[in-house]
């Protein structure tokens, strides 16, 4: 299958990429650019493990095809992080206890950025339902709805 060269922005740096069409944006982000960060938990948009901001709206990047990023500013979780500081999701995460495994937790904090980007003082209410697209399978929540309230004050 010849392969598609697409142009777009990932974590703020203009990136040209040769992909086949059939690659997911989870794939090309994995296995191209190398950043895996993001998981593939499910791989039929139920998990949110593999969580990234596309266009400012958070999507099941298992779900798009890398095609249909050509031209478009994609966020991984490996763009948080500014100048060696954390992001303050990522951050409060730390502080709470929320950073669980490393499965679910970058795409609970790439919602909980998209949440508080749109809704920078959520109800609890507000941060379960931002969250509901991420499952964990082990451990609960009650942390990581706390880490997220958390980042909210913080930010205040
Ligand atoms: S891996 Fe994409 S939603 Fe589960
Ligand atoms: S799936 Fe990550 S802590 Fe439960």
């Not at 997911?24 to 950043?35: A, F, H, K, P």
């Amino acid at each position: 299958m010849p392969k598609q060269l697409i142009t777009l922005i990932v974590n703020g740096r203009r990136t040209e990429v040769a992909v086949e069409p059939r690659w997911t944006l989870l794939e090309m982000v994995r296995e191209e650019l190398r950043l895996s960060g993001s998981k593939e938990g499910c791989g039929t948009g139920d998990c949110g493990a593999c969580s990234m901001i596309v266009d400012g709206r958070l999507v099941t990047s298992c779900l798009m095809l890398a095609t249909q990023v050509d031209g478009r500013d994609v966020v991984t979780i490996e763009g948080l992080a500014k100048n060696g500081r954390l992001h303050p999701v990522q951050q409060a995460f730390i502080d709470t206890g929320g950073v669980q495994c490393g499965f679910c937790t970058p795409g609970m904090i790439m919602a909980a950025k998209s949440l508080l980007d749109r809704t920078p003082s959520p109800t609890l209410e507000e941060v379960r339902e931002g969250l509901a697209g991420n499952l964990c399978r082990c451990t609960g929540y009650a942390k990581i709805y706390e880490a997220v309230m958390h980042a909210a004050n913080a930010g205040k």
